[in-house]
């Protein structure tokens, strides 16, 4: 018994001891508009057998598959459409979608904020095996995931509805978005095809894994930063 209490006691110690990140204080409403893209990581190009690391060979796919969305030599500027955020109240925001803005949830944790959409996304295009890479590139994953088949020409094609987050991280007077560019190429002569993706996430390495013979994946990070007017 007294073992135990010295371990209880030497916990209280412990904890008594770590620090307290104080909450988030954020206003509301408020509005924090795109003010800088650059990216974090040089690009990474990876094969069914695995990471290449060879400069040259990066640079001469960056350049012929990545011009303007690939940047070996990196990246620093303002976005050409600014991004721009609304948060009404602590669990309520709107994020510009092209010319308007969409309803989401807020939710806050920490210096953490998750925005969730009140409605699902169609996804179509592409094969079944390109929408389990895209998901296994994010580390985060979509809130719902919905595969349907629908009419469509010529027969029934197939469709994803999503719910699909988005992450920041905040300070009071700046919102942080980690984004992904990636480029997907499949075969190669007349028969290659190219795909290229943007989204809102953190690289997961192990997507990789998932690649076929002939794939080649180039995946770059980058940070949207949104300052509060």
Do not use: W
């Not at 508009?33 to 190009?45: A, D, K, Q, Y």
């Not at 349907?148 to 991280?169: C, H, M, R, S, W």
């Amino acid at each position: 018994m007294k073992n135990l209490s010295l371990l209880l006691a030497a916990l209280l110690v412990l904890a008594a001891c770590e620090k307290v990140e104080a909450p988030l204080q954020l206003e509301y409403p408020s509005l924090y508009r795109g003010v800088r893209f650059e990216n974090t990581t040089s690009v990474r190009l990876f094969t069914q057998s695995g990471e290449i690391t060879d400069a040259g060979l990066i640079n001469r796919f960056s350049e012929r598959f990545g011009e303007n969305f690939l940047y070996p030599n990196s990246l620093s500027t303002q976005p050409a459409q600014a991004d721009s955020i609304r948060l009404l109240t602590a669990t309520d925001a709107q994020i510009k979608e092209g010319n308007s803005f969409k309803n989401h949830i807020l939710i806050i944790n920490g210096r953490n904020l998750s925005f969730v959409p009140l409605d699902t996304a169609r996804a179509q295009g592409g094969s079944e095996y390109e929408f389990n890479l895209h998901n296994a590139i994010g580390v985060r994953k979509p809130a719902y995931q919905k595969r349907n088949q629908v009419p469509g020409p010529g027969g029934f094609i197939t469709v994803y509805d999503l719910v699909v987050e988005k992450f920041a991280t905040a300070t009071p007077e700046q919102l942080d978005f980690l984004v992904i560019n990636y480029v997907l190429s499949r075969g190669g002569g007349l028969n290659r095809s190219v795909r290229k993706v943007s989204f809102n996430n953190q690289f997961d390495m192990d997507a990789h894994k998932l690649l076929q013979t002939g794939d080649t994946l180039a995946v770059q990070e980058f940070k949207l930063s949104c300052q509060k007017d």
